[in-house]
Structure formats: C-alpha cells, structure tokens
C-alpha cells in the first residue's frame, strides 16, 4: 500500500464567512472544521475519463487509500458534494419533507420536482497531494444525475464529487497551461496570483431566495462575482469552473444575436470579455426569469466559458487574476483508474479465503473489479485487454447482466462479432428473468439476504443497468448486417429504452423498406426524451434517419423541419450538414444551399464542422477565396477544440476528415494517427482514413477503412447510406529509362515509328 507522505507542521484554519447565512439550507452546503497546509501544494490537472474538459484533480479518503478518484474544483462553487456512489463507507443523514417544510416547500410534488430528500455525511478527511489535508469535512451527498454532478451513468464511478473553493479558507489556481492546480494557506493568496497575472476584486452574494413561476427556491451564496461584458452589454456574473454550460437571464438584450432552440432552452451566442480577457463567442442559457430580486447578479459564467483560462483567487483579499491558457496540458485519468484497479486486486489476493462461501464472496468482489478495470480498458481502445478482463469476471461471477453486455460490447469492438451477440444473449436472459418477474415479488425479493436468495434460486439484477440490453444486442446484429435478426428482436421485445426501436427504423432503411420505418423511429424519439445518458445522442442519429426518409420520400420540408430542432447537432456533424444541404436542394433548389450552409456559420460561430463543410461548399462553386476564409477558420476552431479536449477520438477524426477534404493529407495522416490510437473503433476516425487513403489512391486500404467506419458508426444514417470515396487514379509516373526532353525539344507525333 502506498503511504501519502504529510507536512509535520500543521495550521488548522477556521472556515471563511464571507457570506451570512439567510436560510436554514446554508449550513447543508457543504465545508470544512480544518484546514492543514504549510506552503503550496501542487497537484497534476487531469482531464475527464470520457474526454471532457472540467478541472480535475485526484483525491484521497485517507492516507492509505489507493483508490483512483476525480473531484471537480470549483472556483465560485460554495460548498461540497460527494457523488452518492462513492458514500457507501460514510454514514449519510437524510433530511426529510418536514425539513424542506420548515424552507417553505408545502407540497409532495415541490419536494419530487426538486429533486427529493436533501442528504448531507462527514468525511473526515479529504487529501490533496502531497501536504493537503481537509479534516472534518461536510458534504452534501448527490444522487449521479441530478444537480449539481449531472454526470452519465457511465462517470458513475468515475467523478467523486466537487469542492467548491468558496467552501474553503484557501487560496488556488487552475492552471490549464500549466497542467496543474495549486493550493496555498489563504495569506499566500498574492503570492499565487502573480504568477498569473494582474489582480482585480470580485465580489460575494449572500443566500438568496429566487421566485420561480413554480415556487420558491433557496441559493447558496455565489462565492466570486464579476462584472462581465458581454455583447455590449456590462452585467454582474458568478463564476462557476465546476459547471459545463453558461446562463444569463432576462435583463440582458439577445437583439440581433445568433441564437437557437435547444429542446426546452433558448441558447444566445454572444463574446465575451472578463477583466479585458477575450473569451471568445459563449454560449448562454438565455432564460425567461431574472432570480436575484436585488439585481446584484445575473447569471453565471460555467466551464465553457473558463475553460481557456488560467484562474487564481485570493479569498482572503477578494481578488481573483486571469490569462489566456494559451497551450492546455492535462494529464490522462485512464491509466490511473486502470492501475488503481489493478492495486485493489492484488490487495484482495492477499488475503485467502478461508472456506467455500469466503471463496465465492471473493470471487465476487474479484469479478466486479475486474468488470470496472474493463470498462476503463475499453475507454483507454485496449479492446483485447477489456475482453480479458470481462471474461473472467463474467466466469467468476455469471450472474450480474450488465457485465455480460460489457464484455459483449468489448467483443464487438475488438471485431469478434459472433462471439459479442453470444455474450449479449447471456445478459438479456439474466435479464429478463428478473424484469419479467411482478414488481410486487421482485420489491419482496430485494428485501431478503443472500442465502436466501439462493436457497430460492432468485438473482437479482439492477434494471437500470441493463435497460438496454436489448437495443444493445440489435445494433450489433445490424451491424453485421442482419437485418431480420434485428426486426424479430425488436418485433419479440417491447422495449422502453430508446436504443432498440432506433435500430429497428435503421433496419428497414437498409432494407429499402421506408415506410415501416417511420413508425420504430418516432417511437425511439419519444422514448429518447426520458434517458439522460443515451437519450440526446439516440434522439439525434434517430431524428438523423428521419430527416432522411423524408428527403426520400418526397417531403423534404418535414426534413428541413426535423433537422432544425437539432440545429447545433447538425452544425456540428459533417453527415447532418450533408442531410441538411440535400433537403434544401430537393425543397427550395440548388441556390437556397448556398444560404443555409451560410445562415448556419453566422449561427454558430463556435463550431468548425459548420465551417468546414461551407468552406468546402464555397470551394466547389469556384467562391475559392471565401472557400480559404472559412476553412481556415474550421482549422482554427479545430486547434483550439483540441487544446480542450485532446483525449477525444471522434474530435481528432473529424478534424482529420476537414483535412483531407480541404487537401492537407500530411496533417490529416497524423490526426487520424492520434483518433485511431485513443480509439481504434472511431467511426469518425476510420471514415476519415478511408478519405485519406482513396486520396492516396489505395483502393484496397480505404475499402477496409470504409467498412470499419460503417460497422462502428452503424446508426449514423450518413455513414449507412454513404458510399465508398472515391479513389483517385494516380498518374502514370515516366518510365525510367525514358529519356527526358530537352528544353525547346519537340514532342514526337504517336505512331511516327520514333519510338521503336
């Protein structure tokens, strides 16, 4: 076990009051007894498991934890939240209706439309680096998806929690260009800040109570207000790293801005500026409600709009410094989380059972260590490494079907397909004879131990896992191209989960049969809605499809229609600006394609695909010129993209494909390099090598590409119904021992005999 190395000096610090507390919900919020730091601390900033770009670091429960772990830093963040995944070893108080009660929340359906129970544990300690100790710690205790983690079910055990800044006496700097994050003892504060630049104040909100149509609804203090510029327009912002989006409400004016409709949300686009600091064009909620009755606030600056930034803050002085992150480092989690497992494994092998049933409750905790060190394989593109691993946890422990559909998707990735639909097959029937059961007797059977249990011969499953399963098992027989084994499963299983009726509607496209179609994908656009981890992505390659159908059909109206309710989808997606132009063409002509692909650049400034693809367009119309200006841009958007999230495959992919198109082929092979060695089952990644290599003129590689990228982007109805590139033939290169021409030297007429 590897012991974390403590300072022998220790200074315990009180906790800050930098706001007063205006409602009984503010000693929930989460914060500290003490604080041990003698100097600085210096910890890696680590990018997120599934690529995105929040401030991470790695935490400790104590000295002696190996365990591999993600907290977010929050700066302007009050308080501190444990993912309630990881609070099995805490004790978590409950606090009841009647507590949100006494807050002025009357009603059961208040309580459940705000998220139910409020739960709060102590930790009591929390270790940063080396020489951070965070003694007595209070945390509010979140379930995964809701706010303020809103994390996939897949970050479930990946993201522990988040510790907001405004909780704690310290002083801090996110230092992207750097690649770390640096915590001082709050009288230190000057000192971090002018290793990032020129200091300016900030200011702090109490608790506040915002007036929602609804109901009431108590705030936490916001820790660091700024005032903002945004368009040109100057108001009050709070400052949020550990938040992905931006919101701004109704007192500031969208007139004449680029704006869109995002489900229930209404986006703005506007730049930006913090302190003389360009950020850029941000994205912002834009919502219908002002929610600081004082107007001394107006919304919040999140991660998109930080995220380019290096940030110290200096609580004590209520300054806060700022600069361009020019160059972004993070270090990789993948290989952290996978040596973290390992570790947990060998410590259970140190310990050998002692009879038959200590045997099989090791094999169990063997088995789901293993499934979890798979999952973290399949994230890191070692396929061969995941199947191992879920292989031998599904041995060890056959009974849980979420590892069966782990190691069946393990499989299909690493091209074993037969063996991956077998492996599926294994958890669909663990699941079914669970699911299948009445509610009733499956509630009796969770509440009964497990000798019990298995006197009875009853396994339980966790539902929500395995939902998919079914949707699962016909995306990769579709895949295969078994199209009558996808429509019996879906014909055989009513299924809730979007996944499997998506399928279907793909099924009957490559089918030919467009008007049965219709049905399974409205069907999967429904059910879309209620899933928060594959619901957007299924709703979009679902509406995708749709779009399609329609142009084919003969309504391209009704694509058009389609397509603009997933208009930053499309923007973003060389295949959905495809669709959107052929819809345009059949619905208005030639000349109105030209307008849209423009109209959608003005429209999202921020997003290279759009650029690429109109640079391209302009370019085939002879606007060379224009063409220039806008794959530039799409180069540039690209870059900085990368910077942010350089651990995504499809990123690198379709930024390899812009190159390949727009003729840069030396850069387009290293980019494809870096999506195929992150991923080797990037469906963006593999249609972009086979671009490269038809460019090339090597018919027999890019063949093998295209077919790689149609079985990995199996629901993607651009790549489905897309053709092979088309190979370039290269020119005839002169014989060698043809003598050259002299300069001046006259051509000989064919056939005139000179050449014999």
């Not at 260590?369 to 060890?396: C, I, K, M, N, P």
């Not at 782990?406 to 699911?435: F, H, I, P, T």
């Not at 019990?452 to 016909?474: H, N, P, R, S, Y």
Request: aromatic share 8%; hydrophobic share 40%; proline share 5%.
């Amino acid at each position: 076990m590897r012991a974390l190395l403590l300072l022998a000096l220790t200074v315990p610090l009180a906790m800050p009051q930098a706001a007063q507390a205006k409602t009984r919900l503010d000693k929930f919020g989460g914060g500290v007894d003490s604080v041990n730091i003698e100097s600085i601390v210096e910890v890696p900033l680590v990018q997120g498991a599934y690529g995105d770009d929040l401030p991470y670091i790695n935490v400790k429960f104590a000295e002696d934890d190996d365990s591999y772990k993600l907290f977010i830093v929050g700066v302007g963040y009050e308080g501190i939240i444990l993912n309630s995944a990881f609070s099995s070893d805490f004790k978590v108080k409950t606090h009841n209706k009647k507590f949100w009660a006494s807050l002025g929340r009357k009603s059961e359906e208040f309580q459940y439309r705000t998220g139910g129970k409020f739960k709060t544990t102590r930790i009591d300690q929390l270790i940063i680096g080396d020489g951070l100790v965070l003694e007595g710690v209070s945390a509010q205790v979140a379930a995964v998806d809701s706010a303020p983690l809103e994390l996939s079910e897949d970050e479930l055990d990946v993201v522990a929690g988040i510790i907001g800044l405004g909780s704690l006496p310290l002083a801090a700097a996110i230092l992207p260009s750097e690649g770390v994050v640096r915590f001082a003892p709050a009288q230190q504060g000057a000192q971090l800040l002018q290793q990032v630049g020129a200091s300016f104040p900030y200011e702090s909100t109490d608790s506040f109570i915002a007036k929602f149509p609804f109901g009431k609804e108590y705030h936490k203090p916001r820790a660091v207000v700024v005032p903002v510029q945004v368009a040109d327009q100057s108001t009050n912002l709070a400052l949020n790293t550990s938040t992905y989006g931006s919101w701004i409400d109704d007192s500031f004016n969208d007139d004449g801005l680029p704006a869109f409709a995002l489900g229930d949300l209404d986006i703005v686009l506007a730049s930006t500026s913090l302190n003389t600091v360009d950020l850029g064009s941000i994205r912002f909620v834009h919502s219908n409600y002002s929610s600081v009755p004082d107007e001394a606030l107006h919304g919040f600056l999140g991660n998109n709009a930080l995220r380019g930034l290096d940030i110290a803050i200096d609580p004590e002085n209520s300054n806060l410094a700022i600069r361009p992150a020019a160059a972004q480092k993070r270090s990789e989690s993948i290989q952290g989380f996978i040596d973290s497992k390992t570790m947990d494994i060998a410590d259970l092998d140190e310990d050998p059972p002692e009879d038959a049933d200590a045997q099989e409750a090791q094999d169990k905790s063997r088995a789901e260590l293993l499934a979890l060190r798979g999952r973290f394989h399949v994230l890191a593109g070692e396929y061969d490494q995941a199947v191992a691993d879920l292989q031998e946890a599904t041995s060890l422990d056959p009974d849980p079907c979420q590892n069966w559909q782990y190691l069946g998707w393990a499989l299909w990735l690493d091209g074993k397909l037969e063996d991956s639909v077998l492996a599926v097959r294994n958890g669909m029937e663990r699941y079914l004879a669970w699911s299948t059961l009445d509610r009733k007797e499956r509630e009796k059977y969770q509440k009964m131990k497990p000798d019990k249990l298995e006197e009875l011969g009853i396994v339980t499953q966790d539902l929500d896992t395995c939902d998919d399963v079914f949707g699962e098992l016909a995306t990769i027989e579709l895949s295969q191209g078994n199209v009558s084994a996808v429509l019996e499963t879906y014909q055989d299983h009513l299924d809730l989960h979007p996944l499997l009726p998506t399928s279907a509607g793909m099924a009957y496209l490559l089918d030919g049969k467009m008007d049965l179609a219709q049905g399974p994908l409205r069907q999967a656009i429904k059910l879309s809605y209620v899933w928060s981890d594959l619901g957007i992505p299924t709703r979009v390659a679902t509406r995708f499809a749709l779009a399609y159908l329609f142009t084919n059909q003969g309504y391209p109206e009704n694509a058009i229609t389609i397509l603009d309710a997933e208009a930053p989808h499309v923007a973003d997606s060389p295949f959905g600006l495809d669709l959107y132009a052929e819809a345009v063409r059949k619905a208005r002509g030639e000349a109105a394609v030209r307008g849209s692909l423009l109209s959608l650049a003005k429209q999202f400034p921020d997003v290279p695909q759009v650029f690429s693809s109109t640079g391209l367009y302009l370019r085939d119309l002879g606007e060379l010129e224009a063409a220039e200006t806008y794959l530039s841009d799409a180069t540039e958007l690209y870059e900085k993209e990368l910077s942010f999230r350089p651990e995504t495959a499809e990123l690198w992919g379709q930024y390899a494909l812009h190159l390949v198109l727009s003729g840069n082929l030396a850069a387009a092979g290293d980019a494809i390099q870096k999506a195929l060695e992150l991923q080797p089952a990037s469906a963006m990644g593999q249609w972009a090598a086979a671009n490269l290599e038809a460019a090339q003129g090597n018919a027999d590689a890019s063949r093998k590409h295209y077919d790689l990228a149609v079985r990995y982007g199996v629901l993607n109805i651009g790549l489905a119904m897309a053709d092979p590139p088309a190979v370039a033939i290269p020119e005839p290169e002169p014989a060698d021992d043809q003598e050259q021409l002299q300069e001046g030297e006259a051509q000989p007429a064919p056939g005139d005999g000179s050449d014999l």
